[in-house]
């Protein structure tokens, strides 16, 4: 694809064309990032990228670039075609979806899935080998179902999802259009409730259901738990890397982004907008207000007002936290002083 | 099912039924929260739940309450029928599976499962499509093998164990009577034993294998490995959560709760009644006492006697915790009084 | 098998046979741990290792025993059977595999594995069932791919790869020679890669691949992403354990050892011989140098040099990190002394 071919597909993006200078109009075959790329391959700066200082020496075939003058000129003094965007991470992003385009599996029901015949698959639906559909389900239009899906009796899956190899619906989950569940990762197991008895743990039936709105992705391995009664629900938009997990009853808004290995404990409520970053927790039914962003390793184990940068555990303002543990490493010194001034003090 | 028919078979439960005031007898179709009860729809109360302020508000069905005047007196006048038992919540639980019979997959062995025919599957048992189970194998009566499970050979499995879809037992794992394991979850993997050589990591065979007592259940995504030589032990009734790794080699005791993302290394002996919050990790060959609570997030890198409640990491005594975690965010502050101090100290 | 022909295997090992006194020459089934060890079971002892106390009471049938005199005094003594070792854990790893040698599926594709018919498998390969086998990809000689494995399309496996019960293969992953995935483990599913925009995250199309060099070992239900463009790769005998999340464009060197539910974010770089501990984290894009050691439950959060050993959140020189920990539960006596000398303070 040549690269003015591809600028004309980014000019129908949201990425913002401001202006370009496709020189010799590369044909490109892929990408790469700008240290790798070779003289077919695409690649992209963004603003106080530390990538940048590779461009004297980067054999790469054409640029995105931000409105940013410097960049603009080495691009120009080395011959480099570019494009200058808005926003060039997202042209980038938009410009994969040109050069490597999804290959999708042709919408057909392979022979060996195994589907309950009070089970409907949407028109133009793929349905890999070996996938389960049980009995009341309902896949959606445009949807591809992996190899060794399982999905379990009375499950709802909207248009247009991806359910990769071997990833399971428990009974009673609901996702929205456009959802992806990557391989392994399993919704709607049951919650951990136990009751206490003088015989041992009782189990808590867990009769709830979990639903993922809209374009909710989830990583691999990834784990949400139905809740004893009511939802767990994703909302709209959430992504949700590898190996989370989400407890019986928790509630995620709109746009959230967690990474991999968070823990969210039962009946905590998420906000909107909330990024979680990787192997943090949230205790039970705390509750977390929109936009709270957590560093990585944090523990939230009160709720925390909307708009917060949280980090350590207990979870404390990010800037405290970031005076607090760097005092920490001092703490034999401190101690030290402290001796001193006690065996100095007056008595 | 009316309220009355439902308090008539928890009579015969294990929760205590002390008295009850029908009122109107409503048909109650299911249960939800407090909050969200419908008046067709069960919930309950328990000394000193937050949610028993909804009560003025709550348009629920019915209601188990704890012996407690003040919820009784409300529950009354709003003319609510209800009933009081010892434990309302275990009431609550039987009442579950009354108000929501579990289904039970009919005891057929579905056409697409590999079965070895050296295989033995038990009277009553429901094995679903594409289940594979290997030689020597046997599976015990009246279990429920979901879709996609794999059993290598010379597993045997108890009566009355429930295998969720594409969950995954080694060779030579060993299941009690009334196991579940969830989703994904694998049991009976390789301990991850190598030896330092020469020529890099040499694998120590992981020829041991997995018990799993009677009444164990293990969360989705869950892992327990089996050792190099002798067993890797769960006591009976011990329930497990999702994403929870065993390391090999340990040995876990009788009605333990250990919640997500909690991490066992080798070894590691664990008591009875030890319970562990979510990502809790407890190091190589550490000895647990019976009964122990270790708070989220803690690190047992250490033995821990027998009945203490442990918080961070290391892991020390959950007040002792609480204490100097208060003041981990006084830090900066401390520094500052100590560098005036020592300003101001005669010399 | 004689305890002679046993050492007669283990002197064509690595092990480093100095001397043995085979006494009885006992016939040997199995081994266990020295103090659970029977008449007919081999063990092993190493220098400091804690078990020895056990060796009065054993009833071990033969030792592997390191080059200590009181440790061969005592077996002596004993007249218990020995043989002494320059690496007595080797020997007993290689003892193992003598003494329980590994079963292998014969070399057949089961008939309900479903392979593309662009697909190849390679010579003494043992495809289980259920396994699928996309387009283009090719999976090597002398492997053995345990029931429902699904590998999707152009996927390269090396030969003598083990791939177990249900693990994932993404598109494009490459895996080397002798390679073992564990039960669930996933390799190359999509980096957690979004373009925040106004209308919420928008997916960075994961172009790249997956690349596992030779005698990689991946633990259950361990997932390993793949990157936008260009690759994550494992570098030759790197060791991964359970429950581990390596994310996208991450790139580990040769001969590592990670503990499980250990989390690499992206971008990050590991170097050769790297050990992490239970529980680690390694954020975005940090550099850790070759030799490193992480102690458990740390957090490196920026770059590490090579031969270091920290420990911590954030990673501080664990000699240092040792003397803050222990410190810290001091805190609550730091704060009350700094009270009284502020107290006594003259102003």
């Known amino acids: 694809m040549r ?3 591809l600028l004309k597909a980014l000019q129908m993006g949201d990425a ?13 075959t892929g990408a790469a990032s700008l240290e790798l790329a070779a003289a077919d391959q695409l690649s992209f700066l963004e603003k106080g990228n530390a990538l940048s200082s590779e461009l004297g020496q980067s054999c790469v075939g054409a640029l995105l670039l931000p409105d940013q003058q410097d960049l603009i000129d080495r691009a120009s003094q080395r011959e480099i075609p570019f494009a200058v965007f808005s926003d060039p991470r997202l042209a ?22 195994v589907i309950d015949e009070r089970a409907v698959v949407g028109a133009g639906t793929a349905i890999g080998p070996r996938v389960c559909i049980g009995a009341g389900s309902c896949v959606g ?8 899906v399982v999905i379990y009796d009375g499950v709802l899956v909207g248009d247009g999802c991806e359910l990769h190899a071997n990833a399971v619906l428990y009974p009673g989950s609901h996702l929205g259009r456009g959802c992806v569940v990557s391989a392994n990762a399993v919704v709607g197991s049951e919650g951990f409730g136990f009751v206490p008895t003088a015989k041992g743990w009782r189990k808590m039936p867990q009769t709830g259901r979990v639903v993922l709105e809209d374009q909710v992705e989830l990583g691999s391995g990834t784990t949400i738990d139905r809740p004893s009664v009511g939802e767990t629900r994703i909302g709209a938009g959430t992504k ?14 709109r746009g959230c982004a967690f990474a991999a290995q968070v823990g969210i404990a039962g009946g905590a409520q998420i906000g909107n907008g909330v990024i979680l970053a990787g192997q943090v927790g949230v205790a039970n039914r705390v509750v977390v ?44 010194e401190i101690t030290k002083t402290l001796r001193e001034l006690k065996r100095n003090a007056p008595q």
């Open 3 to 5: 690269f003015s071919s």
């Open 141 to 148: 239009a445009n949807c591809v179902v992996h190899p060794g």
């Open 240 to 253: 949700i890397d590898n190996l989370v997990q989400i407890g019986h009853g928790v509630s995620v808004g």
């Open 92 to 113: 980038f992003a938009e410009a994969l979806d040109q050069l490597v385009p999804r290959r999708r599996p042709p919408a057909e029901i392979h022979p060996t899935a």
């Open 289 to 332: 207000g929109d936009r709270v962003i957590a560093s990585s390793k944090s523990g939230l184990t009160s709720n925390v007002a909307a708009g917060q940068v949280v980090s350590g555990f207990p979870a404390i303002p990010n800037r405290l936290w970031l005076r607090c543990a760097s005092t920490f490493s001092k703490l034999p």
């Open 16 to 28: 913002g064309l401001l202006w370009s200078n496709p020189g010799a109009d590369p044909p490109l």
